[in-house]
């Protein structure tokens, strides 16, 4: 009886919100940022993120989504924290988390429209929809719950690092 009560809470664990440390892309880039677009991002601002409400499934606030694309910035030399010697702030809009109702492996399609702004000119300099794929497998999280969280977590981090890729072949 305890065993079965012990399967059917894992089961139905909490929903737990994708964490900034494991949708930061910390993976660098096979050369080192061009001179031209070294520290040239001052500013990051998302929007389209949804807090996750633990009866529920996992989901992506803003705020964390913010918060691991500035990590990932910094750690690949785009990023300046010092917004008014940049040339350029980044805008992220979240425009849907894809997750599947259920099933035993969990594929999330993350979709993100990336914006980057001259700050002088306040025009357009690139624009790009970014579309990823993650999926977590049933033998690497028995729950649901965590494997959803861990799929989101996985589509967002190579949703960053498409746009890494993105801005290293960025010519101003």
Same mark, same amino acid.
């Given at each position: 009886m305890t065993s079965l009560l012990l399967? =059917?809470?894992?089961? #139905?664990?909490?929903? &737990?919100?994708?964490?900034?440390? +494991?949708m930061a892309?910390?993976?660098?880039?096979?050369?080192? #940022?061009s001179e031209e677009l070294k520290g040239s991002i &001052?500013? !990051? /601002? #998302?929007?389209? &993120?949804? /807090?996750?409400?633990?009866?529920? =499934?996992?989901? !992506?606030s803003?705020?964390?989504f913010q918060r691991a694309l500035e990590e990932?910035?910094?750690?690949n030399g785009f990023f300046n924290p010092h917004f008014s010697s940049s040339q350029y702030e980044l805008t992220a809009d979240l425009l849907g988390l894809d997750q599947p109702a259920f099933g035993l492996d969990f594929t999330v399609r993350s979709n993100v429209r990336y914006s980057l702004i001259n700050k002088k000119t306040r025009k357009v300099a690139l624009t790009k929809v970014i579309s990823s794929n993650h999926t977590t497998k049933f033998s690497e999280a028995f729950a649901a719950a965590q494997r959803m969280q861990l799929a989101n977590e996985g589509a967002i981090k190579a949703n960053i690092f498409q746009l890494i890729q993105e801005?290293? +072949?960025f010519k101003p």
């Open positions: 399967m =059917a809470g894992l089961l #139905v664990a909490c929903a &737990g919100p994708a964490r900034i440390e +494991q892309a910390h993976d660098k880039l096979s050369k080192p #940022v &001052g500013r !990051v /601002e #998302v929007t389209g &993120g949804m /807090e996750t409400n633990p009866l529920w =499934a996992s989901k !992506v803003s705020d964390a990932s910035l910094k750690a801005l290293d +072949q």
